[in-house]
């Protein structure tokens, strides 16, 4: 069922998401779901996109570490000056502008895994 695959997974909204969540829910593993995943090699997927929405829309990302094994143990978005600590095994959520067309990107504490929502227009 491609509904339940992770990687495709654009986010339209938190509705969608928990929607989804849902349908998976008989196949669920012990990780929580949700867009990006810290994991020992850092982030999964490490690009995913969203569609421009015109001025003052924003959209939610979300994170979640599922492993001690790992450095991104928060994510940082540098352009946008947010930190969001990563506490293993909860979701958190990112509010991001995707008022117009650009890459924000996204890495661990220290730089070292790094990823990309990227934000285009239709
Ligand atoms: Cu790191």
Redesign the pocket.
């Known amino acids: 069922m491609t509904a339940c695959h992770r990687d495709r997974l654009v986010l339209a909204s938190l509705a969608s998401l928990a929607l989804l969540a849902s349908a998976c829910g008989k196949k669920a593993s012990a990780a929580p779901l949700a867009d990006v995943t810290a994991g020992e090699h850092?982030f999964t997927p490490t690009s995913l996109k969203l569609p421009a929405g015109g001025p003052g829309t924003h959209q939610t990302v979300s994170f979640v570490r599922v492993t001690d094994q790992?450095?991104?143990t928060e994510v940082v978005f540098p352009d946008l000056k947010i930190e969001q600590k990563l506490p293993l095994n909860q979701v958190v959520n990112v509010d991001l502008p995707t008022d117009t067309a650009k890459t924000l990107t996204f890495?661990?504490?220290?730089?070292?895994?790094k990823g990309a929502v990227v934000v285009s227009a239709k």
């Not at 890495?107 to 895994?113: K, L, S």
């Open positions: 850092g790992t450095c991104a890495q661990c504490g220290m730089g070292m895994y």
